[in-house]
């Protein structure tokens, strides 16, 4: 392990450093926890001591754990051939990389590469928005999206953001983002014995299609699966139902995988798990396992080919750029990622310990009155605390981030919604790395059980 003085870095975090999601009011009377060391599942902090991760880096991204040799050999060697050129040019890598990623996602055809989800979705909604300008007289440029969703940090990316603790601050947003409602099939609307409560959701959207006027609608971007918003699992026939209204209306279909794609619920992306052909797919944590900083925004042929206009004026072709989408480093790591990925069976592993994982949390169902569902799919689950079962009343926050707290105390890593609704911050949240054990899932749920001995609605 690198040396370091720990009192320095404690007083220069607190002295230089300003944290995401973090009242540093607290550090004046707490210190940071500052991570020193990752091997595997675990990371090490500043005093030596050591935590399972059982959020991947606390934000689903690390997904084949710490220290995996593979991907920083594949990184440091393409370092040394060529660190970067902008992306009007070709790299080795990008190519292998991009062929690579098209071929575990039939159906789509051209990579664009960026840093972040939210530039990754940038980008999709630039498509849709220079698709409505060169094909649809500007005329289809609204883009919906779910309530409890989330695309991404930036103005644009937020004016999409169904979560609206997340946005209350930020307005005014970009004009043309309108919202549909979630698909929580634990608070549904529906009588609990209706047929086809999937289609039902679905239909909330084409509703709001046709209250905008569908020659206004350009896209609709979704997630697979919620997941900061709860990790919501959307009910049978839900996304094929989407799928279908798409195509009714021509309305190109963004499925964002920044969470679910590379691996989390078992397929390579979470929309696999359904019967649906996106017009465009985008990912970025997953794909280097946060061993680089890489997005990627996907389309089919056919949304590229409207970029193909043989006039040689500005129309002919996307007047995007993103300096560091031509950084090496990403493609590198994401090609390593997936080639790792085929060697050691990740996805059956993901298939394999999502079910275990999932066994253990319903008994904790049967144990502890407080979760009122547990939900998920692969190695990404939520539990949702509740005062009653009942009624389903939300606990408020500090209670699930007591738990959380209680898991930190046994040095377990676990998540939870955060301050992303009004009312509904009340989900745990696991996404142990890919590669994880049926040894330390049994560890994760040790902490829980005991997290919720002490923890009451
Ligand atoms: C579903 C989803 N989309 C987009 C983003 C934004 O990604 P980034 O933080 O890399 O910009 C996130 C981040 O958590 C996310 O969960």
Redesign the pocket.
């Known amino acids: 392990m690198a040396e370091f003085n720990k009192a320095e870095l404690i007083a220069n975090d607190k002295k230089y450093v300003w944290h995401h999601l973090t009242n540093h009011k607290v550090f004046e009377s707490q210190d940071p926890v500052i991570f020193v060391k990752g091997e595997g599942m675990y990371v090490t902090d500043v005093n030596g001591d050591k935590y399972l991760d059982a959020v991947s880096g606390g934000?689903w991204t690390v997904n084949l754990g710490y220290g995996c040799k593979p991907l920083v050999d594949a990184i440091s060697s393409q370092l040394m051939e060529l660190c970067y050129f902008a992306n009007g040019y070709g790299n080795i890598p990008t190519i292998e990389f991009s062929k690579k990623l098209i071929g575990k996602m039939p159906g789509m055809s051209r990579v664009y590469l960026s840093n972040?989800?939210?530039?990754a979705?940038e980008k999709a909604f630039k498509i849709v928005r220079q698709i409505s300008k060169t094909k649809h007289n500007g005329k289809k440029e609204k883009i919906l999206y779910r309530n409890r969703d989330?695309?991404?940090?930036t103005i644009t990316t937020l004016s999409a953001c169904g979560q609206e603790e997340r946005r209350d601050q930020y307005g005014p947003y970009t004009p043309g983002f309108v919202e549909f409602a979630a698909c929580s099939e634990y608070r549904s609307p529906y009588p609990a014995d209706a047929p086809n409560v999937g289609e039902l959701f679905a239909l909330e959207m084409e509703k709001v299609i046709q209250k905008e006027d569908p020659g206004t609608v350009g896209a609709v971007i979704i997630?697979p699966i919620t997941?900061?918003g709860g990790v919501i699992v959307p009910p049978a026939g839900y996304l094929e139902k989407i799928s279908e209204i798409c195509k009714k209306y021509r309305l190109l279909l963004i499925i964002?995988e920044?969470?679910c794609g590379l691996g989390r619920t078992g397929k390579w992306f979470g929309y696999q798990n359904f019967d649906v052909k996106p017009d465009i797919v985008t990912m970025?944590?997953g794909v280097a396992a946060g061993y680089a900083a890489i997005?990627c925004t996907v389309t089919t042929e056919e949304v590229f080919q409207d970029f193909i206009v043989d006039t040689g004026d500005r129309e002919g072709y996307f007047r995007d750029i993103s300096t560091f989408g031509g950084c090496t480093a990403g493609p590198a790591a994401g090609l390593a990622n997936l080639k790792y990925m085929e060697e050691h069976n990740v996805l059956d592993n993901v298939l394999k310990m999502g079910d275990y994982l999932m066994d253990g949390l319903k008994k904790l169902e049967k144990k502890y009155e407080i979760i009122g569902d547990v939900r998920g799919k692969g190695l990404f689950c939520g539990l949702e605390l509740v005062k009653d079962r009942a009624t389903k009343e939300p606990v408020p926050e500090s209670v699930a981030g007591a738990v959380v707290a209680e898991c930190m105390k046994q040095h377990v890593i676990i998540g939870k919604t955060s301050r992303c609704f009004h009312k509904y911050n009340n989900t745990l949240c696991l996404a142990p790395a890919l590669i994880t054990t049926e040894a330390e899932l049994d560890k994760i749920l040790q902490a829980l059980d005991k997290a919720f001995q002490v923890v009451k609605a």
């Open positions: 934000v972040s989800g939210s530039e979705n989330y695309h991404g940090t997630e997941a900061g964002d920044v969470v970025a944590k997005s």
